[in-house]
T-cell receptor, first 113, second 112 residues
Framework: GAGVSQTPSNKVTEKGKYVELRCDPI?????LYWYRQSLGQGPEFLIY????????DSGLPNDRFFAVRPEGSVSTLKIQRTERGDSAVYLC???????????FGPGTRLTVL | EDQVTQSPEALRLQEGESSSLNCSYT??????LFWYRQDPGKGPEFLFT???AGEEKEKERLKATLTKKESFLHITAPKPEDSATYLC?????????????FGKGTLLTVNP
């Protein structure tokens, strides 16, 4: 079956611009997660959705970051006024429940010039 | 604070040379320990979940084991296609039991 998909695969933007990153989870997975991975590091938790609601957004770095999942399936991570320090790979994962393993998408590589 | 430390940072093996990767963890209470494989430019690929000390799981040339303080990923007779970064992550019991806390990974290179 289809895995987690993320678009775009690469995004280059200029400092100060707004970007949206999209995640399509595995069908039927109610739990969805966003992580951020910098070079040479493991993924770091950003936000967790159970259904449509953000159950925990404590990992979002600041208020420039926001994520939605309006219909309980596709999620969008939104970054306002991007900064060079936002450059990283943004990973999305989904699972049947929090008790099950998380399956990751290929990631979106964001580069802020 | 929950911590995960992986060693070595990088490991170079000859094809057929067995070895082990280490993941040590400090958590308030462990719900599960996860191993992932990550190829360059790809997302992490799920390998194993271990839940209790003494548990072992195997998949092809890989075997994961768990103690109360660490986990090992044993690689038997590796092949060049096993080259990747191997990530370890923990999930704690209690309120934040959905969150994975990752180590930095071990970059494994298997030479033919």
């Amino acid at each position: 079956g289809a895995g987690v998909s993320q678009t775009p695969s690469n995004k280059v933007t200029e400092k100060g611009k707004y970007v949206e990153l999209r995640c399509d989870p595995i069908s039927g997975h109610t739990a969805l997660y966003w992580y951020r991975q910098s070079l040479g590091q493991g993924p770091e938790f950003l936000i967790y959705f159970q259904g449509t609601g953000a159950a925990d957004d404590s990992g979002l770095p600041n208020d420039r970051f926001f994520a939605v999942r309006p219909e309980g399936s596709v999620s969008t991570l939104k970054i306002q006024r991007t900064e060079r320090g936002d450059s990283a790979v943004y990973l999305c994962a989904s699972s049947l429940s929090v008790l099950e393993g998380q399956f990751f998408g290929p990631g979106t590589r964001l580069t802020v010039l | 604070e929950d911590q995960v430390t992986q060693s070595p940072e990088a490991l170079r093996l000859q094809e057929g040379e067995s070895s082990s990767l280490n993941c040590s963890y400090t958590v308030s209470g462990l719900r599960g320990l996860f191993w992932y494989r990550q190829d360059p430019g790809k997302g992490p690929e799920f390998l194993f979940t271990l839940y209790s000390a003494g548990e072992e799981k195997e998949k092809e040339r890989l075997k994961a084991t768990l103690t109360k303080k660490e986990s090992f990923l044993h690689i038997t007779a590796p092949k060049p296609e096993d080259s990747a970064t191997y990530l370890c992550a923990v999930q704690v019991s209690g309120g934040s039991n959905y969150k994975l806390t990752f180590g930095k990974g071990t970059l494994l290179t298997v030479n033919p």
